[in-house]
Antibody
């Protein structure tokens, strides 16, 4: 069975760094892209960016370019979303998603990131 | 973001339709339009892909279409379990995707 399993909830202070993960299983990891989606409290879904694990090609939404880093480790079929200096406005639920030519077909369970002093 | 109505409502058994308006650079330019259902506190779930294709396991009361730059999702025979938020999503070129603003469906 295909799954995307994300790391757990995080509570961080402003200025701290963070790396959350998304492990894919039950499919060939390099045959699909992995994307990240933000959902702020009570708000809608926002596309953040995408990585193609086969060649590590990474693209970001203009809103998130320079704010986060997306990476992947094919040896452990895991993708990552990373911040170097968190802000309170980064408080949100973050979903990893799997996609192919036709778009997103699967979602991780989500990881809640809370940034508060 | 693609434009969706903030909310729609209907009685059990009725039909409701949600619109998703974009441009020729996204909804109108590609067949990669999908719809997702999200219940409170849960991850979204794919219910429509490639404009009007239903994945296996999705009830046939969910249907979708597109006209020019507007995609639409129709829920026929509304059921209590259909009460959720619904989001459209479209490819927007250059490896980017864009979501709709989201629509809350209420079963009254």
């Amino acid at each position: 069975e295909m799954q995307l399993v994300q790391s757990g909830a995080e509570v961080k202070k402003p200025g701290e760094s963070l790396k959350i993960s998304c492990k894919g299983s039950g499919y060939t990891f390099t045959n699909y892209w992995i994307g990240w989606v933000r959902q702020m409290p009570g708000k809608g879904l926002e596309w953040m960016g995408i990585i193609y694990p086969r060649d590590s090609d990474t693209r970001y939404s203009p809103s998130f370019q320079g704010q986060v880093t997306i990476s992947a480790d094919n040896s452990i079929t895991t993708a990552y979303l990373q911040w170097t200096s968190l802000k309170a406005s980064d408080t949100a639920m973050y979903f990893c998603v799997r996609g192919g030519v036709a778009g997103i077909d699967s979602w991780g369970q989500g990881a809640l990131v809370t940034v508060s002093s | 973001a693609l434009t969706q109505p903030r909310s729609v409502s209907g009685s059990p058994g009725q039909s409701v339709t949600i619109s998703c308006t974009g441009t020729s650079s996204d909804v109108g330019g590609y067949t990669f339009v999908s719809w997702y259902q999200q219940h409170p506190g849960k991850a979204p779930r794919l219910i429509i892909h490639d404009v009007d294709r239903r994945p296996s396991g999705v009830p046939d009361r969910f249907s979708a279409s597109r006209s020019v730059n507007t995609a639409s999702l129709t829920i026929s025979g509304l059921q209590a379990e259909d009460e959720a938020d619904y989001y459209c999503c479209s490819y927007a070129g250059t490896y980017t995707w864009v979501f709709g603003t989201g629509t809350k469906v209420t079963v009254v």
